[in-house]
């Protein structure tokens, strides 16, 4: 380092940091449990034991002046710190408090770090935080040693084996083992995957395209016979050429009862070429991060920024309470959102039940003519159900009701009292700007819903055009990031509604869903549904008329349809922004539940929990008949 870029640290760094970091170095604070929270959510600090170490000779620690002539050396002793207390954290009896302290320890670049986050993955006994320390191993994977790596191997393989991957994680685990030469027991995941997934299912496309990389990465003869195979039977022949399209196979798309014969003669020519190509012994060194960030790189670091003095401040995060509310339109076009949500309120439920100790879930069904439907909350599971069985398409033609549900949802329901570990959330959906009538109702009861501790966040159901047919035709997206940006790239959903509350500047129309969740700290998100219920993992024929053609509201195509376009019974299910709106509207509201002021933690945290509760959806076996394929669009991934 040049002496003019040596005193500019110096300047930046400045003695009291320096100090400050010394001392902090010489103070790691033993914490048996997580500190708790004050009123606004910030933890409070919490009470350690002092303890002693010994200063090597000539360590920054002991001589300031000697840390100014190293800084990096500094920011070495404050990782050391802050690695010292999120290992105590992992200690706490709060699981959602040790997770999120594995996130923070996974960006220590340091090798305590990676070695507390191998005994986490070994020891933890929650389903969920056992997944993060997962995701946290492969965010550091360049860093580990042969003996770690074993390990990540040796656990991976037991977590396979208690079904503990799904959702998009099943992503990084096809990554991590085929980063690997293939394995009698990645060829059974293998295998087994391909039985349970469906290309009718938009959640399962980004894990079949992600099967085809696996697939090209291993050069796996024995895989590609068992998909050649599959390709004489439609309801199993679509899924299987996606996958081989995917491994980047030189046969043009099919999808007729002719593709067994064209993939078998590209096998008969390519088998010794495609069986080659193998994963290097080391190939896991260069695995990328999912779901968790990898490590920090020391020399970017500004010891400055408040973050790395605010990560310490981690208290109880697991809620007591958590009753949460769906108004849902149920005018004659939302029929798709409705069967979404008959399929996915096992997964919000789950979601719930993961992180308070006593969640309640409510419902609320409005319509024009002034209809709405109230069901209070409940805990159980299998009457949440029953509300929703109830729920079905009614009302006349007209003004959506949105005042009425928000009011009716307030009062209709007894509440827990809105706390520290309890929390408040209502989730607004429909597919029509609010009229200036409604909302000039609506605004008010959200003040006084602010008033009383709810949080209300809108989704506004949109039609998405200009889909593609081809699901390789657009960049691959592993982490469901892209479905995070709105209209003109504006970064939606994932931060809630922190730092907004009484805000308020929608304007009428869509503006109104903005404007009632800003004045409670919410989020009103843009959701681009593709096309009717398809998606949902049934037949493209099983649209609204039975045709794959939407006529359910004069004038107005059916979400994402466009009017009289019939689907293809060979069409993939289209892949969502951020997994789907149920992903998108649980990070939201979750993050915000946890506490949206560590939500650059609490988000990864919650994206893996939302994952792994994909296992609670109903899934429904792919069903298909032959019949003419739609055009595709080139493949780019």
């Given at each position: 380092m040049g002496s003019p870029m040596r005193k500019r640290l110096w300047n930046r760094l400045g003695i009291a940091v320096a100090l400050a970091l010394m001392g902090a170095a010489v103070r790691p604070c033993p914490i048996a449990s997580a500190a708790p929270a004050d009123r606004k959510g910030k933890a409070r600090p919490a009470r350690a034991k002092a303890t002693t170490r010994q200063t090597p000779p000539g360590d920054?620690?002991?001589?300031?002046?000697?840390?100014?002539?190293?800084?990096?050396?500094?920011?070495?002793?404050?990782?050391?710190?802050?690695?010292?207390?999120?290992?105590?954290?992992?200690?706490?009896?709060?699981?959602?408090?040790?997770?999120?302290?594995?996130?923070?320890?996974?960006?220590?670049?340091?090798?305590n770090a990676t070695d507390a986050i191998v005994r986490r993955l070994q020891d933890e006994k929650k389903p969920v935080g056992q997944l993060v320390a997962w995701q946290a191993m492969l965010a550091r994977a360049p860093l580990l040693t042969e003996k770690q790596h074993r390990i990540w191997q040796t656990v991976t393989e037991k977590m396979i084996g208690k079904n503990l991957f799904h959702g998009d994680l099943r992503i990084g685990l096809l990554e991590m083992l085929?980063?690997?030469?293939?394995?009698?027991?990645?060829?059974?995941?293998?295998?087994?995957?391909?039985?349970?997934?469906?290309?009718?299912?938009?959640?399962?496309?980004?894990?079949?395209?992600?099967?085809?990389h696996a697939l090209r990465a291993w050069g796996d003869g024995e895989l590609v016979d068992g998909l050649l195979r599959a390709l004489g039977n439609p309801s199993t022949a679509i899924r299987a050429e996606l996958i081989l399209q995917a491994a980047g196979v030189g046969v043009p798309w099919n999808r007729t009862p002719t593709a067994a014969k064209a993939y078998a003669e590209w096998w008969r020519e390519s088998r010794q070429t495609f069986t080659a190509a193998a994963p290097a012994n080391d190939g896991w060194k260069r695995l990328k991060p999912q779901f968790i960030a990898a490590p920090v790189d020391i020399d970017s670091v500004d010891l400055t920024d408040r973050k790395w003095r605010d990560e310490l401040e981690l208290g109880r995060l697991e809620l007591r309470q958590y009753d949460f509310?769906?108004?849902?339109d149920c005018s004659r076009s939302m029929r798709p959102e409705i069967e979404r949500l008959k399929r996915d309120v096992r997964i919000m439920f789950a979601?719930?039940?993961?992180?308070?100790?006593?969640?309640?879930v409510g419902l609320t069904l409005f319509s024009p003519g002034a209809i709405v439907k109230h069901f209070p909350l409940t805990g159980d599971l299998g009457r949440l159900m029953g509300y929703v069985g109830a729920a079905d398409i009614m009302g006349p033609a007209g003004e959506e009701e949105?005042?009425?549900?928000?009011?009716?949802?307030?009062?209709?329901?007894?509440?827990a009292p809105p706390g520290r570990y309890s929390r408040r959330a209502?989730?607004?959906?429909?597919?029509?700007?609010?009229?200036?009538?409604?909302?000039?109702?609506?605004?008010p009861l959200a003040q006084l819903g602010a008033k009383a501790g709810f949080r209300i966040y809108g989704v506004m159901i949109r039609s998405g055009q200009g889909g593609k047919n081809n699901p390789l035709a657009v960049p691959f997206d592993r982490t469901a990031s892209a479905a995070d940006l709105g209209p003109g790239g504006l970064k939606q959903g994932g931060r809630g509604g922190q730092n907004r509350a009484g805000q308020g500047k929608g304007k009428a129309g869509w503006g109104y869903y903005d404007t009632i969740a800003s004045a409670t700290g919410g989020q009103a998100i843009d959701v681009r549904v593709p096309q009717g219920i398809f998606g949902l993992g049934l037949p493209p024929q099983a649209d609204s008329t039975g045709k794959g053609r939407d006529k359910s509201k004069k004038g107005k195509a059916n979400i994402g349809n466009k009017a009289g376009k019939p689907l293809s019974p060979v069409a993939y299910a289209p892949i969502y922004r951020g997994g789907g709106p149920t992903n998108r509207?649980?990070?939201?509201?979750?993050?915000?539940?946890?506490?949206?002021?560590?939500a650059d933690r609490v988000e990864p945290f919650v994206k893996i929990l939302v994952c792994y509760c994909q296992k609670a959806a109903n899934r429904i076996p792919e069903k298909r008949t032959w019949g003419p394929p739609d055009p595709m669009e080139p493949n780019r991934n």
């Open positions: 920054a620690q002991g001589d300031p002046a000697a840390g100014l002539k190293n800084p990096r050396r500094i920011i070495e002793l404050r990782f050391e710190g802050l690695t010292n207390q999120y290992i105590n954290h992992l200690n706490s009896p709060d699981w959602i408090t040790r997770s999120v302290a594995v996130i923070s320890l996974s960006r220590m670049p340091i090798e085929s980063a690997s030469p293939a394995t009698r027991d990645g060829r059974a995941y293998f295998t087994s995957l391909f039985r349970t997934t469906s290309s009718l299912d938009s959640s399962d496309i980004p894990t079949l395209i992600a099967m085809g509310a769906i108004a849902i979601a719930f039940s993961q992180v308070a100790l006593e969640p309640r949105w005042a009425g549900a928000l009011q009716q949802t307030m009062a209709g329901s007894k509440w209502i989730v607004l959906i429909s597919d029509e700007p609010i009229t200036k009538p409604q909302g000039d109702r609506a605004v509207v649980l990070t939201m509201a979750l993050v915000d539940a946890i506490n949206p002021q560590y």
